[in-house]
């Protein structure tokens, strides 16, 4: 074990260099970048609640493409009892997110993700 030294000290500048990033958000509280996504103020309500949409949304939208396209089922009735056309461009992106730079890239592109929503759909940007 002559090399003992050069290993552990090795392994220690390893480690350090692995958690920096960890250290960077511990220190300031705070990821260098966070989404912003940009909606349209005059909409007060979206077709579910925020929280619901943030972590079920493309569960809903294959759930539309599903219904509206193999189904001929367009509309869609929320939980709160409102329907609404089941519709990426006609509903969501005319109504509360009209810029999909603004709206679904921000996120989409924070997470890493390329969905396939934009094969089919023309954002009009």
């Known amino acids: ?62 759930e539309w493409k599903t219904s509206c396209v193999r189904d001929g089922i367009c509309t869609w009735v929320a939980s709160d009892g409102e329907t609404y056309n089941t519709s990426l461009a006609g509903t969501c992106l005319s109504s509360c997110h009209p810029s999909k730079a603004e709206f679904c890239d921000q996120c989409h592109s924070y997470v890493g993700i390329k969905p396939y929503c934009w094969n089919c759909h023309i954002s009009g940007e």
């Open 1 to 62: 074990m002559y090399d003992a030294g050069k290993i552990i000290t090795g392994i220690v500048i390893f480690l350090i260099l692995m958690t920096v990033p960890i250290w960077y958000v511990v220190a300031t509280g705070q990821a260098s970048y966070v989404p912003d996504p940009k909606v349209n103020p005059d909409e007060t309500q979206c077709v579910e609640s925020t929280d619901y949409m943030i972590k079920n949304h493309m569960v809903l939208l294959d």
